[in-house]
């Protein structure tokens, strides 16, 4: 059985789990935890790996201050060859970007390579990331449309079902964005076998629409 140092303390990895799983609850003490919760990044347990960069990123979103410190270790993942861990460490820079860009700015342009990830369920997160980002700071996103574009097409339906989410967040925010694939977008709503994709691509337009009344 592995054995995991939580907090000064040799616990099993079950052991460990289940006490994450108590903090994600304990929201008033997610700020003095992150320390420990960094430290578990170094476990060499997938499982706890990844459920540690989940809830750095969700204390991150709350207290993007206190996190710095712990984003090249987060970001360090983004080159592990679990797909997973990949998909976790996405998910947890596009947490602590909603919460303050600047915290994870370095990282950002690196990110925009995982829309061709292998995996598709990197691609998913990173538009979820994306999407995170994009709620307080949706300009910087203006050089880089065509590539979620490019995923509106994706050939795994989670992804396609997701992808127009990203339009549909820019365009509340800066629909100037979106507009020039409106039509694109329309054709997806009218067309695509998958409803869930065609109701989220009429979203995406029907937001675009209407901030730009």
Known sequence: M??????????????????LGALTKD???WERHIPDLAALLASGSPKIQAKALWLLGEMGLLHPDKIAGCVPALAAFLGSRDSLL???SLTALGRIGRGDFSVIAAYWKALFRFAKDPAPCVRLHFIWASENIAMNTPEIYSDYMDVFAGLLSDADDKVRMEAPEIFRVLGKRRPELVQ?????????AEADQNRVVRIHAEGAIRGCSESSR
């Open 2 to 19: 592995k054995t995991i140092t939580y907090k000064n303390e040799a616990l099993s990895e079950v052991a460990v789990y289940k006490k």
């Open 27 to 29: 929201k008033s003490g």
């Open 180 to 188: 020039p694939y409106i039509g694109q977008l329309a054709k997806i």
């Open 86 to 88: 990949r998909a976790r």
